[in-house]
């Protein structure tokens, strides 16, 4: 027989809810962060009556002792821009007010697009992609395998050049006009049209990008990604029946995405998560494939 719950009082749920949002008192990043964690899951476990191993499945988003929706969406934020700062700069955040004050804008609306772009268009993403260690081969032909993919999906990919290969010169508005290489085309005899061939461009894209940083792979594969969705976005059953496609695709480089249902190569299960997910989702879920992907090759097996 499933326990049954018994919620907080008002006064509890906010002492929980702000040591998980605004983190004081511990020494380091990682420890403070783990520590919110520990210390909210604490508070609520001594609040509420355990629950059954049956209905632990229905509590996906994590949100045991959330009464609100507003709670709910605070609580998915801190966990999903933990996520983001680790796979993206390898590292937990540094300084709580900031991270304290990222998980704020997202609880206000920002979305995951714009803070990841604050990320990897900042001065201290281009230090790292300035100064990061050296690019494994593995890593770099996945990338050049695919960022080719990914721009056959566009309807007018343009070429990577030698000049995407370098750390981005100054930071920079991911918003503002930038300059836009030509198109490197492959001509159709049978019909008469230029196509854009991937398997050329991936053997191209491997010498270009042969000497970059693997954080100028991971920042370009991100654009990429987001250039797809942003080309297939009217049409939400082709985005779904991309996504799902490209979900099994991406699962057979065997990495560990970070939660067993990310890893399940299923189309059916991954068209119908994408056909109901916002867009906040859909975009972390394919940076933190292809980050993932970038940082697991570049450490070697």
Known sequence: MAAKLVFPSKGQFRFSFLILIFIV??????????????????????????????????????????RSERA??????????????????????????????????????????????????????????????????????????????????????????????????????????VEVSPRVVVFDQKSNKTSYDARVMSLRYAKIFSDSSIFTLKRLLGKEILAVIDAKKSDPEKLASWYSKWVVHMNKYKIDYGLQLRNISDEK????WVMKASRDMLVWEVLNRVHRLMNELNRGK
């Open 25 to 66: 008192g511990c020494d380091s990043p990682r420890t403070w962060i783990v520590s919110a964690r520990k210390s909210v899951k604490s508070k609520i476990e001594n609040t509420f009556h355990r629950i059954s191993e049956a209905e632990a499945p229905a509590k996906v988003l994590g949100v045991l002792g959330y």
């Open 72 to 177: 709910q969406k605070a609580k998915v934020n801190t966990e999903v821009l933990y996520e983001l700062y680790q796979v993206v700069t390898q590292s937990p955040p540094q300084s709580r007010d900031e991270f304290s004050g990222l998980v704020d804008a997202l609880n206000q609306g920002a979305s995951i697009e714009g803070v990841y772009n604050g990320f990897v268009f900042s001065s201290s993403y281009r230090n790292l992609e300035k100064n990061s260690s050296e690019l494994k081969p593995e890593a770099l032909i996945a990338f050049a395998k695919e960022v080719a993919l990914l721009r056959a999906e566009l309807p007018e990919p343009d070429d990577l050049s030698e000049k995407d290969a370098e750390p981005l010169a100054v930071p920079v508005n991911p918003g503002s006009e």
């Open 269 to 272: 299960f991954h068209h119908d």
